[in-house]
């Protein structure tokens, strides 16, 4: 499973870029590993709000509907235009074409609980060990 080291990480499955254009967001290789297919991406209205936590924008595949949480608090900048005509990016390049999102941070630092690399890594390895998955 790729887990980027320049990258941080949310509880739900979202990674978390800062760059000196904002905050760019998408969801992890295992999460788009469990979703499967990805067909279709509700973007996030550009200029939108967000508060940590709350839902950005909903993915769904041919298994399941889920959602990219917004990991601070801002405004979204930009959008993957991309993803309207191909969705699957998500599932061939989770950390780079198929980013979803780019926010203006309301304060630069402040976040959500994020983790480092190694304690994403760490509870994957915690849940499919307590799943029985290998």
Known sequence: ?????????????????????????????????????????????????????EEACALESVKA????????????????????????LINSDPYGAGWIARLTPDEPEQSVELLSPAAYRAKLESSDEASGVS
């Open 65 to 88: 509907v889920a959602y990219l949480y917004a990991p601070i608090a801002g405004a979204i900048a930009a959008v993957n235009d991309q993803l309207s005509d191909q969705p699957e």
């Open 1 to 53: 499973m790729n887990i980027p080291d320049d990258l941080k990480y949310t509880d739900t499955h979202e990674w978390l870029r800062r760059g000196a254009d904002g905050v760019t967001v998408g969801v992890t290789d295992y999460a788009q590993g469990q979703l499967t297919d990805i067909v279709f991406v509700e973007l996030p209205e550009v200029g939108r709000h967000l508060t940590p936590g």
